[in-house]
């Protein structure tokens, strides 16, 4: 399966075969085939088991007493860690974009992993907002949207561009941002330090 991960990691599920898949396995085709009825049943499998952990590890990432802007925090630090250790998070980046047209089942599986990571971040919002730590009249959905899209936006460039795009850099001025943004009116917005700038785990 991590081989099968790093294939479609690189070349998308169109551009990678069970030959591809068994070769650089080092195993048969015979031998995929016994445990996986097919491609799409392996990148089914690969999906949920990533996915699976990838949203266990951000979630179990921000503790019960986090404000909301250290739980934010937390989360872009996962989201940083993740992307850089190894090639999964970009494969789930990458067929999450490819699903769009090519693949109706795959792209529903990625809309409930969506909705259910939109629906963490906006209840990290409302805890903000029921604390006091965020200001009141941003709408919790829209703003978990937002950051969602600010997150993985930062992660496709720099997967396409990292010569030209630093994911650490641009994820902290996302978070700088949230900060100013999501500030009660008349409070001074910290963003605070990263939990982390190296390829340890932040939490």
């Given at each position: 399966m991590s081989v099968a991960i790093?294939?479609?990691?690189?070349?998308?599920?169109?551009?990678?075969?069970?030959?591809?898949?068994?070769?650089?396995?080092?195993?048969?085709?015979?031998?995929?085939?016994?445990?996986?009825?097919?491609?799409?049943?392996?990148l089914?499998?690969?999906?949920?088991?990533?996915?699976?952990g990838f949203n266990r590890s951000v979630m179990?990432?921000?503790?019960?007493?986090?404000?909301g802007l250290a739980a934010l925090r937390r989360v872009v630090d996962?989201?940083?860690?993740h992307a850089t250790v190894s090639n999964h998070r970009r494969f789930i980046i990458t067929l999450m974009v490819e699903a769009l047209d090519v693949n109706p089942r795959l792209s529903e599986e990625f809309r409930t992993v969506l909705r259910v990571m939109r629906a963490f971040l906006a209840?990290?919002?409302?805890?903000?907002?029921?604390?006091?730590?965020?200001?009141?009249?941003?709408?919790?959905?829209a703003a978990a949207a937002a950051i969602a899209a600010g997150i993985m936006g930062a992660e496709i460039q720099h997967y396409?561009?990292?010569e030209e795009i630093e994911l650490r850099a641009v994820l902290?001025?996302?978070?700088?941002?949230?900060?100013?943004?999501?500030?009660?009116?008349?409070?001074?917005?910290?963003?605070g330090t990263p939990a982390t700038r190296g390829g340890t785990e932040p939490w």
């Open positions: 790093d294939c479609f990691a690189r070349l998308g599920y169109q551009g990678t075969s069970i030959e591809r898949i068994a070769r650089d396995a080092g195993v048969t085709k015979g031998a995929l085939y016994y445990h996986f009825r097919d491609k799409e049943d392996l089914f499998a690969a999906v949920k088991d990533r996915i699976g179990q990432s921000v503790a019960p007493a986090d404000d996962a989201c940083f860690f209840d990290v919002v409302r805890r903000g907002q029921a604390a006091g730590t965020f200001r009141a009249d941003v709408e919790a959905t396409q561009d990292p902290d001025t996302l978070v700088e941002q949230l900060a100013c943004w999501l500030a009660p009116p008349g409070t001074t917005a910290a963003a």
